[in-house]
């Protein structure tokens, strides 16, 4: 901190004689002329003296007002002005001079020592509190800046600490919604098995008495001679076909079974299923079919095909809650060969609703295991995925078309058979039942007790010997202790499957020529214990017992194809 005193006094000794009364405390530099003593301002100095008569000079006194204007805010720059004793009141030239200079001591002429020195120091301690308050807000200023750095730095640490945890909130939240979607999944799932259960078990159980009527009708014509109770027969055989239809629909609904191919015409199977299409779609849409003029011959399970058609025949009906059309539709089309695809002819089935149609973005997610647009519980998100499943096992393949606002359309490829091969309703029909057959012993393994008297009714009415079981334990103690020439076993038993009575029975006596009637079997498992075994299909009439039941016998093992019933 600079503490000089700056002297300007142009007239005979005055500096020097301020000079001499202030340098025993104060460092005193004398400038003879208005330049030095402004030179000397611009450096750092405490205070000025300078006499009256030097500010007669209006250049000397404008540049220092730019001098003093030029000053930071913290400055204050004290004179001390040695006036001349005035007999009167000054001029106001002379008042405006010293107004200029802004803080002024006037000590006027002639002066003591002492009041130049106290003067001198109270400028000086002036001066030095100034210089303090620069001090003290160069200090301010820094601590503000590094207020300001710091508070960018907390600032700019809080957004980042913001978006970490604005990003862990957003990853946790997609996390608890996935967890949820999933647990939502497993839920609907599990509830869907659990009615999977229920419908199979009364599925079976209800196919059970199908079969008891169905049988029973039979054996009424063979005993009822009159011409009046044919009609009333056909028609009860008519409804209990229906109902085995329904019945094996909801077998296929409630369990996952394997696929048995057969020769089916498509264009016959749809014309068959129109009335059940139309009773699924309901009052409010229109069910047309828009079949091709070629037999549209195809090597697959019909049932499973039904129940691929169906499954999207319900979803059409969905898309529409306002009503529209239901279009099924079929061709035939030769494709190249490429990466879906094997090149060859194909039977494509094609179901088309007018409906809202689906946004692009979840077309590539429509096939998917348990995607679905439905809300939850009103779908498992399994039909497409079953249809797209069940056309690849087919050989063949499932894609949708949709435009939003457009409607939908699924197409089903499977491969072209033979356009001369005969369909199962052109084979030769099962032979009538014989008059004599051979004396062979048969035993009934059957846990129903009304199915498995009709069925050992009907096979003595054939003309076989015939021992029965209602389960398996008993039917093997029965083998056990009598080898049987044919065993013809139910499949569901409670205590053990068809399958395994099978197997143990073929351990306990070797080849065994088997039947397996049921109308329902996990076919994995079957072949697993029994190999393949003849599969009768329940409910069955006589003639198609009578028929399985010589061909088992003439091959032996009873390595025959699966045969239906009624």
């Known amino acids: 901190m600079e503490v000089r005193v700056l002297v300007h006094a142009p007239r005979g000794r005055d500096a020097v004689v301020v000079q001499r009364v202030l340098g025993a405390d104060h460092a005193v530099t004398i400038c003879a002329e208005p330049a030095q003593l402004l030179a000397r301002l611009q450096e750092a100095s405490a205070a000025a003296i300078v006499t009256e008569e030097a500010l007669a000079d209006e250049s000397f006194v404008h540049a220092l007002a730019e001098w003093l204007a030029s000053q930071p805010a913290w400055s204050d720059y004290p004179f001390i002005v040695l006036a001349t004793r005035q007999p009167g009141r000054r001029s106001a030239h002379a008042i405006a001079s010293l107004r200029s200079l802004g803080n002024v001591i006037l000590l006027e002429r002639p002066l003591n020592a002492e009041t130049l020195v106290s003067a001198a120091d109270a400028a000086v301690r002036a001066r030095k509190r100034q210089y303090a308050t620069r001090q003290h807000l160069e200090e301010i200023g820094r601590t503000r800046t590094e207020v300001e750095r710091l508070n960018s730095e907390l600032e700019a640490r809080i957004r980042e600490r913001t978006r970490e945890l604005a990003s862990a909130n957003d990853r946790l939240m997609k996390e608890i919604a996935e967890r949820e979607r999933a647990q939502a999944a497993l839920t609907q799932g599990q509830k869907m098995e659990a ?24 054996l009424i014509t063979l005993y009822a001679k009159e011409e009046k109770v044919k009609p009333v027969v056909d028609r009860a055989r008519s409804a209990a076909r229906r109902g085995a239809k329904l019945t094996g629909q909801l077998l296929s609904f409630a369990r996952s079974q394997s696929l048995l191919p057969k020769l089916t015409r498509v264009n016959a199977l749809l014309v068959g299923m129109k009335d059940l299409l139309e009773i699924s779609a309901g009052p409010g849409i229109q069910v047309e079919l828009e079949l091709c003029d ?76 348990f995607f679905t647009t439905k809300p939850l519980g009103s779908g498992t998100g399994l039909g497409l995925s079953q249809v797209y499943g069940f056309a690849r096992q087919s050989g063949g393949l499932a894609v949708v078309r949709s435009q939003p606002g457009a409607g939908t359309a699924v197409e089903m490829f499977f491969p072209a058979a033979p356009a001369d091969a005969p369909t199962r309703s052109e084979l030769a029909p099962p032979p009538a039942l014989p008059q004599r057959v051979e004396p062979r012993n048969i035993l009934v393994v059957e846990d129903d007790a009304d199915v498995r008297r009709v069925i050992v009714e009907c096979l003595r009415l054939i003309g076989y010997s015939v021992t029965e079981a209602p389960n398996g334990a008993e039917g093997l103690a029965a083998i056990a202790n009598h080898k049987p020439d044919l065993l013809v076993v139910d499949y569901a038993m409670p205590d053990m499957t068809g399958a395994e009575v ?25 072949e697993r214990l029994a190999g393949k ?13 009578g028929a399985a039941v010589a061909t088992a016998l003439e091959t032996g093992l009873g390595k025959v194809p699966a045969l239906s019933g009624a």
Not at 306 to 320: C, F, G, K, Q
């Open 195 to 218: 009615i999977g259960r229920l419908t199979g078990g009364i599925a079976h159980d209800f196919n059970n008495l199908l079969h008891v009527v169905n049988m029973n009708l039979e």
């Open 294 to 369: 070629s037999q549209a011959s195809v090597v697959v399970d019909s049932s499973q095909l039904e129940m691929a058609v169906l499954n999207l025949a319900v979803n059409s009906r969905d898309a529409m809650p306002e009503g529209g059309t239901l279009k099924i539709s079929t061709c035939t089309q030769h494709r190249a060969e490429d990466a879906q695809l094997k090149g060859g002819d194909y039977v494509v089935v094609t179901v088309t609703d007018t409906g809202q149609g689906i946004p692009p973005q979840l077309l590539s997610k429509v096939f998917d295991p």
């Open 502 to 526: 099978i197997s143990k029975a073929r351990e306990l006596v070797g080849d065994l020529p088997v039947i397996l009637a049921t109308g329902y079997a996990d076919m994995a498992a079957v």
């Open 533 to 545: 075994p003849a599969i009768l299909r329940k409910p069955f009439d006589i003639n198609a017992l």
